[in-house]
């Protein structure tokens, strides 16, 4: 059995999605359905993994600096 196709549904625009190339629906800009949303956000969550982590003597050296706090 072949469930209703949702994912075009809507107005399609001139504009291809940036994912897979279809047509962009109106509302989903610059997208076609909510699964290229997805795989954008999949890619954009990847991306900001991929940023290097700092070293341990910056992590120190921040610690440092919380327990300077001036007691007095
Ligand atoms: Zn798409």
Redesign the pocket.
């Known amino acids: 059995m072949r469930g209703p196709a949702n994912d075009n549904q809507g107005e399609t625009l001139q504009q291809a999605?940036?994912?897979?190339?279809?047509p962009q629906v109106k509302g989903r800009e610059p997208?076609?359905?909510p699964?290229?949303q997805d795989i954008d956000l999949g890619r954009w969550l990847k991306g900001s993994y991929a940023i290097p982590v700092q070293d341990h003597d910056d992590d120190e050296d921040g610690m440092g600096e919380l327990q300077q706090r001036r007691e007095d």
């Open positions: 999605c940036v994912i897979c190339g279809k997208f076609c359905s699964r290229c």
